[in-house]
């Protein structure tokens, strides 16, 4: 299992700024050919992890400015 802890600096960050360095870091992390595989545990489906994913995580958590 991989964890993920920010640091001083990455905490100075606005959200944007932040989703936007981890979105690099998961493209060279997790994007792989074949796609890599994981399990969800609550639900035992199998997620593919792909650009499509990563990108849907991006547009469902952004802010939203009303």
Known sequence: ????WETEDEKQLSVIALK???IVF???RFIT???RTVINK???W???IS???INEW???SCERKW
């Not at 299992?1 to 993920?4: A, F, W």
């Open 1 to 4: 299992m991989i964890e993920i």
């Open 20 to 22: 936007k360095k981890y």
């Open 26 to 28: 998961a493209r060279s």
């Open 33 to 35: 050919k074949p796609p």
């Open 42 to 44: 609550e639900t035992g």
């Open 46 to 48: 199998l997620i593919e």
């Open 51 to 53: 650009n499509r994913v």
């Open 58 to 60: 991006w547009g469902k």
